[in-house]
Every structure is written in structure tokens, then in C-alpha cells.
């Protein structure tokens, strides 16, 4: 196998599929990054056997080559050592020539010979299935991971919960992650979907991670295929697969309170800041507690530590109280992680006892989402 | 004690001084931070017990007014929370009100009430002698620690190599650090000061770390005055006391090599990035080793290791060579960190024998440095 590429374009192409090798992967093998080249294409591949990326490096773009080939083949190579070998290169384009895993490469006067892996060792990537797919923009779809996915338990005892559960009925696409202290919601109407369409699913955590650094900041669409065990993202000419969590995700609409005994309309930034502030006091507590007085107009909140002394701030806010004061304790990184995924100017918190779940929406309710939070007991 | 300050100045000055404060400090007082109001000042103050840092907040700076007080005294604040507090504090002005060791914090609506540290507890700081000083531009001295310090030891069982020996003599001030594997020593001409003005003495790595933060990218004088078992920095309104490590530096000019064998005249840059690029296939191994072959007018950079293959770079060099071919192995990272120190277009590589130290100088010797480099055995 004997090619030329742009070394530019190879080492984006590099960074995209290495996200999917392990630190200590499983397999030696799983250490290398694949490169076929066959008619017009280079395709790069990686996996750690639960993420795989693959990229297709297309011959031209806007008229540009950006690789020749002598000679078509398979190569399989130490992703470690190569991506800095390509990196360091002093050529606008890199040669590279393989005698079966032997393989040489040369940029100027700088001339590299690396062992390769063994290619027929390197897993063969499933063939994905065409049949179910809808699509969604990429800035969406970015949205709905960001919205949910700190709520994912982390080392939970049930693995169900280290995943977004993402659940389609009705047209109605939904994200929830809990991790049974918190709970986010967040629903969108899917357009152009055939209505009959639905599937229930659960997507482990870090590969929606990967995905999210793929299309952060990005506005084109995402086509999305799934089958039973696995999702499929594709996106421009980078393509996902994920091996699903297996398992049933609990019913979590049970979790979402609807008798209200006291409701505050408020400023999330404002709610926001007061509680980092305040819990300056608490935070190297195992449970890092603010308390929140609300009276009939201002919410007070509260924090101490035996070590350090306490804290309190006053802020202003719409109230409407059955009670003459409303009490509650609230982990501050929860409640600050939850107002800042309502992301709203205006944020309304609905309380429904002082030791039961409360919930955070939108003011305006411009997008379908809650959140919900246990409170936690401080006697 | 009743005061109240700019936050941004509090801030600066506070960020200054906890530099001095150890991740697990010996004695607990060393936790804080002393607060010190005293006629028109401002004085805080943080140390290690070895470096103590002293930021000194004038009332008045371009006619604002920084600070205002109701009365005087001194508190010792917890450094680990009180520089969070002060540095989400809401409004502009902060105000403190501290009684004895409980201390009130306010900003806008929001109030803490901390614990202090006891004041009397607090070590205080040696009294400076003002007999013996010189005074040096801070870029100037910057540089000089740049241009040594990385080749002191790590670790070493001599605490002596774990300085900067700085020596002043006929108004020439020398720099010099050695790990015993590679040398730098860089000299320069002091002006306005005494010629029978003499010292010798081992700065600690880690209190030339801490001054460099302060002066990187400054252009005023740093004031030096320097005792038995002390010196002292004092920029703008910083002080720096530091204790000296005590001991007998060696005489390390015996360590730099007066004959010559071979003597080539490269780019510093090139020969840099062909040794940086060529010895990523070594990185990990425990010598990190490039072989340079020199011949008539080229460079040979080759480096191998068994797991992963070898690689090599030729590049063109002026060169003066007694013998057809001249070959030397080195540490890659030593070779490149001299380079980089030297930082000059052209560098003079003056070699003395295959495993004898060797030199590296600027071409136009418009500094008055040298790097020695001991080669490496590789049979």
C-alpha cells in the first residue's frame, strides 16, 4: 500500500476516530487506528469494541486532493506514536509505503519505519442496518446530551442508570437520566418521522461524551439509525456506532411531582449565583447543603460548616406560598447543575412538601423540559 | 479591626501571597493568611516557612481609592475558602468587620461569618538587612532563571543541585545549574555596583519558580538584598524572603571542556525540531536517545527502539570535523532543552571526544552562555 495525504486532513481525521481507543484497551489490537484505502477513499478506524468511529476521507474537497494513492490496501497502526509522528511532520503531505505491517514514512528528510499491527487481527465493524433511522440537527441533538446527561448516576450498582434513556412515541422524542437523587426531562417534537415509529433505548454516557465533541458548535443534520443493541450516528462523513446499555429503563414519570404547596418564580442567574456563593461554606462537606427560607417575597439562603462559619444571602422573588414560611435543604451542585440546564432568564421552581421532590422549568416553558430534586433531610 | 477594600485590588494581592502557601502546610497557622492594617496600608502576608511572600496595598493608586478603614489591627484569614469568597463577592467593595478571630465578610446581600486563625499564632517575619543589594532588570533576571534552572536536579541526594548557584564576583553575576548529567551557566556584567560586592549562594528551584510568576513580562528593577542564609526580592510593592540552601556549591568550570575535536554551526531551530521529530520513536524509553552522525556537511539524527522501529532526519550544518565521521549519542530531551535555552538563530556545538562533554553556545555569542551535555554510553 503506497499513498500521499495532506497532512492536515489526516490529522483531523486522526483526532476524530482516536477518541474511541481506550487508555488500557482490552485488546492490544484495539491500540491501532485502521487505514483501507480503496477507489477514491481513505476510511480511518477505531474502536475500544463499545464506541466505534469511522471517518472517510474524501479524495477532493472544494477541488482540492487531499491524498494520491500508488497502490490500494489495509494497514493497522500504533495510534499512540503515529499521531504525533503525523503531527510533527514537516511536509505539507506525508508518504507513506507498507509491506505488509512494516510501514514507511517520510516527510521531507524525515523518514519513519514503524511496525504495524497484524490487519487481519483488527475487528471487522458490524454493517449497520438501514431500516429505523430519523434525523435531527447536530445543535439539537447537542442540546438534549447537555440538558440531561449530568444527571447520569455515576458508578451506580444498576449500569441502567449510567446511560440517557431516549425514548420515541408518538413523534415525541425523549431524553431522561436520573441517578434517583435528580431526574431531567426533556422532550422535542420529532418532524417528517413516520408516526407508527418508536423505540425505547439506553445510551451509555461516555459515547454520548465522544458524539457531543463531534458536533458541538456544528448546525447540520445528524441521521440516526438504530437496532436493537446499537445506535448509529452519523454525521457528515463521520459515523458512530454504540453498543446500547441493555436492560429496561425504569418508568421515571411516577418521579415527577404534580401537587404544588408553595411555587417560586425567580432569576435563574440570580438563584444561581447566590447558591455558589453560599455554598463556598459547604462545598468540602460530603453533602454539600444549602437551605432555602421562603417567605412571601424573598428566598433566604443558608449554609454552614462546623470548621469554617456560615453563610447567607437574600434574594428577591415571585411567591405564591400556601405556607408562612416554606423550608427545604437542597445539594447546592444539584441545584446549580438543574438551573443551569433550565438555562432560562426566568426560572419556576414548584415545591410540593419539604421532604418530597420538588421541580425546575423554564419560565416561559419554551422548551419541554424539568428538572426534578430531592430535597435531603438535615435532622 | 472594620475595614473595607476593592475587590480587584484584594483579589491581585491575594493571588500573589497564597503562592506562597504549601499544598499541606507543616504548621496549620501556615493554612492563612495575615491581614495587616496599619497607618495608610494594607499588608498581607503568606509563607512555607522557607518562601514568604509579602504584598504591601498602597490607600491610593492613580488617585482611587483602594481601601478604607474604620480600624485598625491584624486578622489571619483561611486561605483555601477566603480568596473563593472574596473572588464571587457581588458588588465592587467588599466590607470586613472582624473581632478578634470571627470574621464578617459582606458584599451586597450576602453575609459570611468565618473563623479566623489566632494572630499571635502566626510567626513573624525576619527583619530585613538593607546592608547588601544589588539591582537587576526583572526581564533580565527572568531570563537568567530561565536559562538555568531547568538543569538543576530533581531529586537529587545532594540538596545542593536542587538550586541555582548564583555567584557574584567583579561585578560579573554567574548563574549556574547542573544535574551532574548537563550543565548551564550563563554571566553577566552587573553596572552600578561596588567590585568588591561578592557573594555565593544556592537559590532553592521551587522560591525562583514562585519570583518568576511575579516578574514574567515585567520591565522595572528588582531590588535584591541578600544575607547569610537569605535573600530577598522585593518588586514593586512584593517581597519575597527566601532562605538559601546551605552548603558548598562545586566548582563546576572544570566541567566544561577546553578542547575540540569537531565544531559544527547549525540552526538551533532546525537541528531542534529534526531531534524533536526523530526521537519520538525513543520517548518512552528510559534513555530517551538520538545517535548524531556528523560527516562533512550534514547531521545523521537517528533514533530506534526495539517495540516500534527507528527513525532519521539528515539536515545541513557547517561543520569543522578532524575526523570523516564523528558520532555521539545524547539524550533527546537534554539536547533539545539546551537548544531551547541557548535561543539563538545559529548555534555552535563544540564536541571534545564521543564520551566526553560536549558544548552548545550561541553563534554570535551576544549572550555569555554555555551548555554542557554529557553524551550517553550506548554500548
Redesign the interface.
Same mark, same amino acid.
Request: aromatic share 6%; glycine share 4%; proline share 7%.
Given at each position: 500500500m503506497k499513498f500521499s495525504i495532506k497532512k492536515s486532513k489526516f490529522i483531523e481525521a486522526l483526532n476524530v476516530v482516536s477518541r474511541a481507543i481506550a487508555p488500557i484497551p482490552v485488546f492490544d489490537i484495539l491500540k491501532g487506528i485502521k487505514i483501507e484505502i480503496f477507489n477514491n477513499y481513505i476510511i480511518l478506524k477505531a474502536s475500544d469494541s463499545l464506541i466505534s468511529i469511522e471517518y472517510v476521507i474524501d479524495k477532493y474537497i472544494d477541488d482540492k486532493e487531499m491524498f494520491s494513492t500508488d497502490s490500494e490496501g489495509e494497514i493497522v497502526v500504533?495510534s499512540k506514536?503515529f499521531i504525533?509522528?503525523i503531527k510533527?511532520?514537516?511536509t505539507e503531505y506525508i508518504e507513506f509505503d507498507a509491506n505488509s505491517n512494516s510501514i514507511k514514512i517520510s516527510s521531507g528528510?524525515? +523518514?519513519?519505519?514503524?511496525?504495524g499491527y497484524e490487519v487481519n487481527e483488527y475487528p471487522d465493524f458490524p454493517i449497520i442496518s438501514k431500516e429505523n433511522k430519523f434525523t435531527i440537527s447536530a445543535n439539537l441533538f447537542n442540546n438534549i446530551i447537555k440538558e440531561t446527561i449530568f444527571c447520569t448516576a455515576q458508578n451506580d450498582q444498576r449500569p441502567i442508570l449510567e446511560g440517557v434513556n431516549l425514548e420515541l412515541f408518538n413523534s415525541i422524542l425523549t431524553a431522561t437520566a436520573t441517578d434517583s437523587h435528580r431526574l431531567s426531562k426533556r422532550k422535542i417534537s420529532l418532524e417528517n418521522i413516520n408516526t407508527e415509529q418508536t423505540f425505547n433505548m439506553i445510551i451509555p454516557r461516555k459515547a454520548l461524551q465522544s458524539v457531543q465533541k463531534i458536533i458541538e458548535n456544528r448546525e447540520n443534520d445528524i441521521d440516526i439509525y438504530y437496532e436493537d443493541n446499537r445506535i448509529v450516528f452519523v454525521y457528515e462523513n463521520i459515523t458512530y456506532i454504540i453498543l446500547l446499555i441493555s436492560g429496561k429503563y425504569p418508568n421515571t414519570d411516577k418521579l415527577i411531582p404534580n401537587i404544588k404547596v408553595c411555587e417560586v418564580e425567580v432569576s435563574g442567574n440570580i438563584l444561581f =449565583?447566590?447558591v455558589?456563593?453560599?455554598s463556598?461554606?459547604s462545598r468540602d462537606d460530603k453533602n454539600d447543603i444549602v437551605k432555602l427560607s421562603i417567605n412571601s417575597d424573598t428566598i433566604n439562603i443558608f449554609s454552614q460548616s462546623k +470548621?469554617?462559619?456560615?453563610? =447567607? +444571602? +437574600?434574594?428577591y422573588a415571585n411567591i405564591k406560598n400556601d405556607e408562612d414560611l416554606f423550608e427545604i435543604a437542597v445539594s447546592a451542585k444539584f441545584l446549580k447543575e438543574a438551573i443551569h440546564a433550565i438555562n432560562s432568564e426566568t426560572i419556576i421552581i414548584k415545591f410540593s412538601g419539604e421532604l418530597t421532590a420538588f421541580t425546575i422549568e423554564p419560565s416561559d416553558y419554551h422548551r419541554d423540559i424539568v428538572q426534578v430534586l430531592l430535597p435531603v433531610r438535615t435532622y
Open positions: 500504533p506514536y504525533d509522528i510533527k511532520a514537516p528528510n524525515s +523518514e519513519f519505519n514503524i511496525q =449565583e447566590a455558589d456563593r453560599v463556598l461554606i +470548621e469554617l462559619g456560615n453563610a =447567607e +444571602e +437574600e434574594i
